[in-house]
């Protein structure tokens, strides 16, 4: 009776520990030429200031859905913003005439398919869920 109250005691504890964090990376199509991207080179991307990529393609940035989690954790990490400042950036620069956000999707999976059939597209998207079709150009900070 002992061995199974502490059994069951464990699983509690371990229930209640926070899950890791997920573990976001930047994938690309593998036809883009690229490589690698650097942090700066990934917030110039999805700030709409480089509009190609280093290999002459035009930059197609995908953002996901506002109200995914992964979203606000690629921002805050990323340039250290909430989604709704990145939504007043984008606001302003949209009035303005100077560039367009990033396309949008529901989710990664949507994400990785539109990546895999578009040479100069990027998307944020779970380590778990990369597959041949694309390939990982950026590790995200946790």
Same mark, same amino acid.
């Given at each position: 009776m002992?061995?199974?109250?502490?059994?069951?005691?464990?699983l509690l504890?371990?229930?209640?520990?926070?899950?890791?964090?997920?573990?976001?990376?930047?994938?690309?199509?593998?036809?883009?030429?690229?490589k @690698?991207?650097?942090h700066?080179?990934?917030?110039?991307?999805?700030?709409?200031?480089?509009?190609?990529?280093?290999?002459?393609?035009?930059?197609?940035?995908i953002?996901q859905?506002?109200?995914?989690?992964i979203? @606000?954790?690629?921002y805050?990490?990323?340039?250290?913003?909430?989604?709704?400042e990145?939504?007043?950036?984008?606001?302003?620069?949209?009035?303005?005439?100077?560039?367009?956000?990033?396309?949008?999707?529901?989710?990664?999976?949507? @994400?990785?398919?539109?990546?895999?059939?578009?040479?100069?597209?990027?998307?944020?998207?779970?380590?778990?869920?990369?597959?041949?079709?694309?390939?990982?150009?950026?590790?995200?900070?946790?």
């Open positions: 002992r061995a199974l109250l502490q059994k069951l005691l464990l504890a371990l229930s209640a520990m926070p899950a890791m964090a997920a573990d976001w990376v930047l994938v690309a199509n593998p036809q883009s030429g690229l @690698a991207l650097s700066d080179e990934v917030v110039n991307i999805y700030l709409g200031r480089y509009r190609y990529l280093a290999s002459g393609l035009t930059a197609e940035p953002d859905a506002m109200d995914a989690p979203r @606000a954790h690629f805050r990490h990323l340039v250290d913003k909430s989604v709704g990145i939504n007043a950036y984008w606001s302003r620069l949209t009035f303005s005439g100077k560039t367009r956000p990033p396309r949008v999707v529901h989710n990664s999976e949507q @994400a990785l398919q539109l990546v895999a059939r578009t040479p100069g597209a990027l998307a944020y998207v779970e380590r778990s869920k990369v597959d041949a079709r694309v390939m990982v150009v950026f590790q995200l900070p946790e």
